[in-house]
């Protein structure tokens, strides 16, 4: 009994003296954004005691805090409690996926390779899946994100030939059908202020005059500008409406997870 | 822009030159006496450059004419808050990235 009794003793002194960070401080060092003496910090305690994983642990978040992102990603990779922490992981992709939906992909990918893939089963991940593929299964969505999803979905479904041919019946209505309503007046009007001066110096000039042929080319070139623009644009849409959803799942998901306790 | 990522129409075409040549002199003489404010974070004029730059003079032209239309008092509001810049301006990439 006795000896079992100092040999507790022992070991309490030991990990205390081979406690390696002192996180009381470095929640400090974030808190008062002392960013240079927190890569300080890590830096010496990587001289005194090597790439220990407890090190790189705090490595890693520091590099988020800071939007490091290369480094993040090299530092996590080798980092075996990192991939332990659940929440450390849903904060990170919540918070890559706000700098670039690749890049939070990336990180699943290496999520697989590496770690558990615990984060298969977050929203966030089940969301992107369903952003590629919208036609899969969103019943796990909840209530609150539904609805942008749906948003999603319809910009996903419109037909880039549709507003094509939209734009070349009536000028600009095009914009009406991809979802950018409030330029559809100055762009219609643009269109039917040059259409009138054309008609109107076709009949009085006639149409070899040379204020008829700049007036054409200055129609032609809103009206098939109109046109092309309008399919241009739909791309833009699909994508924003794409990241507005993942970021909207980010918001939902990212409810009471801190990088920092 | 590197001249890499320029398009092979946009490199040997003379009229490329010449229609970012005339953007130049626009935003260097005519924007600035008539105080331009734009509500994109790039103007007309340097969006069509970069444009032109990159796509070549027709494809370059079309997208930024259609800029150019599309430019009323309300056109904000047809971009989600993260297609918004810290100044409130929207933010139009030359390139439709999926990302």
Known sequence: ?261 | MTFKDRSFLSIINPFSYASIGLMFTYQRLVSQQIGADCPYELSCSEHAKRAVERYGILKGAMIGFYQLQSCTPRTGYDFPDHAINSDGRIINPIEIDED
């Open chain 1, 1 to 261: 009994m006795r000896t079992r009794l100092v040999y507790f003793f022992f070991f309490l002194v030991c990990f205390q003296a081979r406690s390696q960070v002192n996180s009381e401080f470095v929640d400090y060092l974030v808190i008062s954004e002392l960013n240079k003496e927190h890569k300080t910090y890590l830096d010496q305690l990587t001289l005194d005691f090597g790439e220990t994983d407890s090190v790189r642990y705090y490595k890693t978040k520091f590099d988020l805090l800071t939007n490091n992102y290369d480094s993040f990603q090299n530092e996590f990779n080798s980092c075996k409690l990192c991939w332990k922490d659940t929440s450390l992981i849903n904060y990170s992709s919540i918070h890559l996926i706000r700098f670039s939906i690749e890049r939070a992909n990336k990180f699943w990918k290496a999520d697989s390779t590496y770690g558990s893939f615990v984060s298969k089963n977050s929203i966030l991940r089940k969301s992107y899946n369903l952003s590629l593929n919208p036609k899969l299964d969103d019943s796990f969505l909840p209530y609150e994100l539904k609805f942008h999803f749906q948003e999603y979905k319809s910009a996903y479904n419109k037909k880039a030939w549709v507003a094509g041919l939209l734009s070349a019946a009536i000028p600009a209505s095009g914009k009406l059908y991809i979802g950018r309503g409030n330029s559809f007046f100055g762009a219609f009007a643009l269109n039917v202020v040059h259409g009138i001066i054309l008609y109107e110096a076709i009949n009085r000039k006639g149409i070899e005059h040379p204020y008829t042929i700049v007036s054409a080319g200055f129609f032609g070139v809103f009206y098939f500008s109109n046109i092309f623009g309008t399919i241009h644009d739909l791309k833009r849409v699909k994508n924003e409406r794409r990241k507005h959803f993942l970021y909207e799942v980010a918001d939902y998901q990212s409810a009471d997870l801190y990088l920092y306790e």
